[in-house]
C-alpha cells in the first residue's frame, strides 16, 4: 500500500514540475525553407514569450555544433510588452555542409529572478558586484530537419556573384610588374577559394587577397573581395580567360563567370644600359635569389599597388632634378616603393634595409629622417 501510494505520489510530482516547464512560456522554431541545396543560406528564427508573470524571465538558445552546418547569430531582439511579460526573438543564419537529411538541435533554458535578486545587482560600489540568482529550466525542443540537395563537385561559388578586373597597363619593360586586382561580389556563401590566375611558365606571381565586406544576412554572406596580383617576367606572356563554375540559390541554376583574358607585352632591356648585372638581371636572371625574392616580395606586401601610387615606367633619375620626388616622401613605405620603382640602378641595399626594419620591427636604431638624410648622401 505504502509503495503504490509513494509511486503514486512521485507521479503528481513529474507531472507537475513537466507542467511548469510548459507554462512557463511560449515558443516557435521555424525556417523559411526545408529543402536546400549544399551551402544555400537557411533562416531560422526561434520566438519565446513569457506565460507566467510572477518573475522576471530571461531567454537562452544556442545552436549545437556539427560538422554538417556553418552557423551564425543575426540578431536577437528583446521587447518588453508589459511588467513580467518579455518577448525575444533569435534569428540565425545556417549553411549546410553536407547533403542528404541534416539535423539542427538546440539548447533553450529559461532562466527566472525574483524583482528582489535583480535588485540586488544594483545595490553597492563596484566592487560589491553578483551574479543574479536564477532558477534555470532547460526545455527540449525538435530539432529542425533539412533536407539539402547534392551539387556538382567542381562548383566553385554557391550564390550570386559577379567578377570585374582591372589593370594599369599591358605593355611594360622586363622585370617591372604588371599590376591587375579583380573584385568579386556577390551574396552567398562566404568560404572563397578561387584563383583568378593561375600559374603562367616563365613567369613570377605574388598574389594577396583582401576582404573588404563580409556581413551575414538573411540571404547569406554578403561578401566583397580583392584579389590582388603582380606579375614578373622578362619575355610576353598571356593571362588566360579562366572559367569560375557557380550555383545560383536565386535562380537554383548553374552559370559561369569568366574572367577577362590580357596579352602581355614585354621590353627586353638593352644590356648597354645597364650598369651591371647585379642590379639589371640579364635573361639568365635566377629569380630563385634568395635576396631578390624578398625584396619583390616587400614590394608586394608593402604595396605592389605603388602602380595606383606612384610611376612605374623605367627611367634614370637626372640629378638636376635634385631629387625632389625623395623629398616629398612622407612616410617608410612610400619611400621604399618609390626607390623599388625609379631607383633600381643606384645601389640602396642598405637603405632597403634600414627601411625594412623601420616597417616591420618594434625597434629601430634610425628614424625616417635618418634614412633618408644617410639616402641623399648615397646618392649624391
Not at 510588452?81 to 533554458?109: A, C, R
Not at 635576396?291 to 612605374?312: D, E, R, V
Not at 640629378?319 to 645601389?347: A, C, Q, V, W
Amino acid at each position: 500500500m505504502k509503495n503504490t501510494l509513494g509511486k503514486i505520489l512521485l507521479l503528481i510530482i513529474f507531472e507537475i514540475f513537466a507542467l511548469a516547464n510548459t507554462n512557463l512560456a511560449t515558443y516557435s522554431l521555424s525556417t523559411n525553407k526545408k529543402d536546400v541545396s549544399f551551402k544555400e543560406a537557411v533562416e531560422i528564427t526561434f520566438q519565446a514569450q513569457q506565460k507566467n508573470h510572477s518573475d522576471v524571465m530571461y531567454f537562452f538558445l544556442e545552436v549545437q555544433s556539427s560538422k554538417d552546418y556553418k552557423v551564425e547569430l543575426l540578431q536577437k531582439h528583446e521587447e518588453e510588452i508589459s511588467y513580467h511579460n518579455k518577448k525575444t526573438t533569435f534569428t540565425y543564419l545556417l549553411f549546410p555542409l553536407k547533403s542528404g537529411e541534416i539535423k539542427i538541435n538546440f539548447d533553450f533554458t529559461i532562466k527566472q529572478a525574483s524583482d528582489e535578486a535583480v535588485a540586488q545587482v544594483y545595490r553597492g560600489g563596484r566592487n560589491n558586484v553578483r551574479w543574479i540568482d536564477t532558477i534555470n529550466t532547460k526545455i527540449e525542443l525538435e530539432p529542425v530537419v533539412l533536407h539539402v540537395q547534392e551539387l556538382d563537385i567542381n562548383t566553385d561559388l554557391v550564390g550570386d556573384f559577379k567578377i570585374v578586373s582591372k589593370i594599369k597597363e599591358e605593355k611594360i619593360k622586363a622585370y617591372e610588374s604588371v599590376n591587375i586586382t579583380y573584385y568579386l561580389q556577390g551574396t552567398g556563401y562566404d568560404e572563397v577559394t578561387i584563383k583568378p590566375i593561375d600559374e603562367i611558365d616563365g613567369v613570377k606571381i605574388f598574389s594577396a587577397e583582401t576582404k573588404h565586406f563580409n556581413k551575414a544576412t538573411k540571404d547569406g554572406y554578403q561578401i566583397q573581395r580583392e584579389f590582388d596580383y603582380a606579375l614578373i617576367a622578362n619575355k610576353d606572356f598571356s593571362i588566360e580567360e579562366k572559367e569560375i563554375k557557380c550555383y545560383s540559390t536565386k535562380s537554383h541554376s548553374y552559370y559561369t563567370l569568366k574572367t577577362k583574358p590580357y596579352n602581355i607585352k614585354v621590353d627586353k632591356l638593352d644590356k648597354s644600359t645597364l650598369i651591371d648585372n647585379e642590379n639589371y638581371p640579364d635573361e639568365t636572371y635566377n629569380f630563385e635569389n634568395v635576396k631578390q625574392f624578398f625584396i619583390y616580395m616587400l614590394i608586394f606586401i608593402t604595396g605592389f599597388m605603388s602602380a595606383k601610387l606612384l610611376p612605374t615606367s623605367f627611367k634614370r633619375i637626372s640629378k638636376k632634378e635634385k631629387f625632389s620626388d625623395i623629398k616629398e616622401t612622407k612616410t617608410p613605405k612610400e619611400l621604399l616603393l618609390l626607390l623599388m620603382n625609379d631607383y633600381r640602378s643606384y645601389k640602396l641595399d642598405s637603405t632597403y634595409a634600414d627601411l625594412e626594419t623601420l616597417l616591420y620591427k618594434d625597434k629601430s636604431e634610425k628614424s625616417f629622417k635618418t634614412i633618408k638624410k644617410e639616402l641623399f648622401e648615397a646618392l649624391k
